[in-house]
């Protein structure tokens, strides 16, 4: 669907040098809804803005649906660049033309007649539920409904692939909700597939089932969604997923554990049995349980004594009750 071969962006200014992005590979199926998060600055605008030829990578391939689209160029790439629908966070609507003309407007460039025009635009109306708002201006509108144009808009061309920049930052978390909700609609009954620029996991956790994690022009760690929230990580991807633990609150000589929950598991009384059967204090530091795409997820961070033995025994308890265990160092 997306295939991004060792993609790098180096902006140049006043010869000041900017590494936005350095040897990006990454594989976006058809269907998938794949997430790219990363802080301020991580470089996702210059990769998507290199997805869609928006800028002109420094070096590497985007292919979209087999076609490479840095070899191309003028009325090729234009023509191409219709299969790629992007939505925005301050959603870039016309302010002086209507929802029904914001909708209108990719189809009249492309020369569709007037009867063609009403019936696509009514269809993606009705998709995105504001028919009602066929003649409003964009000043009138909520957040929420702003963004549904953006969207009805970006899917009149019918795109195989929308690319969404930070397309809830700027609303409020209910709206946020249901422009998700939205997505994954037009991701489940139209076969688009999407790609999610953000720097908010819970908006990844809510609808991808990939997720790139992006930090500093790189990919730091990618993967299905529930795995890289799961995987054993390194200590940026911890820092990025918001379970940094601080080593100088470890007691010294205290062996310090995650523990992921998966599922069932998750609900289940894991801690009291652990306390039971080693017959010792487990300090538990922090924890949560949290649902990824309808899965629940429960991650503790515990502390044991500094024996060998208790922790040989724990690690042994935990695994027999399908608890992953990592040792903090
Ligand atoms: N047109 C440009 N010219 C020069 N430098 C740029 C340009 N666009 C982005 N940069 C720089 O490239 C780096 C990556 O920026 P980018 O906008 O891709 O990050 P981002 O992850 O989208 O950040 P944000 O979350 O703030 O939108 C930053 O250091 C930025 O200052
Ligand atoms: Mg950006």
């Given at each position: ?25 990454l ?8 997430g ?21 990578p ?39 033309k ?11 460039l492309?020369?569709?007649?007037k009867?063609?025009?009403?019936k ?46 930070e397309?809830?930052s ?9 422009i ?7 991701n489940?009954e ?22 790139a ?18 995987r ?5 991807t ?8 601080s080593s ?8 310090r ?5 998966k ?17 010792v204090d487990?300090?538990?530091l ?5 649902t ?36 903090l160092?």
């Amino acid at each position: 669907m997306i295939e991004i071969q060792n993609l790098s962006k180096i902006y140049e200014k006043a010869h000041q040098k900017v590494v936005a992005i350095e040897h990006i590979d990454l594989k976006v199926e058809r269907g998938d809804i794949y997430g790219i998060v990363g802080l301020s600055g991580a470089g996702k605008s210059s990769l998507v803005r290199c997805i869609n030829r928006i800028e002109d990578p420094t070096t590497g391939t985007v292919i979209v649906d087999g076609v490479d689209l840095t070899s191309l160029s003028g009325k090729a790439l234009r023509s191409e660049r219709q299969k790629i629908g992007m939505i925005f966070q301050n959603f870039n609507l016309l302010s002086s033309k209507t929802v029904f003309e914001n909708i209108a407007f990719p189809l009249r460039l492309k020369g569709l007649d007037k009867e063609q025009i009403q019936k696509r635009v009514l269809d993606l109306l009705e998709k995105v539920e504001l028919t009602e708002k066929a003649d409003v201006y964009p000043v009138n509108l909520s957040g929420g409904q702003k963004q549904r144009v953006g969207i009805a808009r970006a899917l009149a061309n019918e795109p195989s692939v929308l690319l969404c920049d930070e397309s809830t930052s700027a609303l409020d978390p209910k709206t946020t909700k249901q422009i998700l909700g939205l997505l994954k609609r037009i991701n489940k009954e139209f076969g688009v597939t999407l790609v999610v620029i953000t720097h908010e996991m819970d908006v990844v956790k809510a609808i991808c089932n990939k997720v790139a994690i992006l930090e500093s022009g790189r990919i730091i760690a990618e993967g299905d969604t529930i795995d890289v929230f799961t995987r054993k990580t390194s200590d940026a991807t911890k820092h990025f997923i918001g379970e940094s633990v601080s080593s100088d609150s470890n007691h010294r000589g205290n062996n310090r554990l995650q523990l992921t929950f998966k599922g069932v598991s998750a609900e289940q009384p894991i801690l009291s049995g652990l306390i039971r059967n080693l017959a010792v204090d487990v300090n538990i530091l922090s924890g949560s349980i949290e649902t990824i795409q309808d899965y629940p997820l429960g991650k503790l961070i515990v502390e044991l004594p500094g024996d060998s033995n208790v922790l040989i025994e724990a690690l042994d308890y935990l695994s027999a009750k399908g608890v992953d265990a990592e040792v903090l160092s």
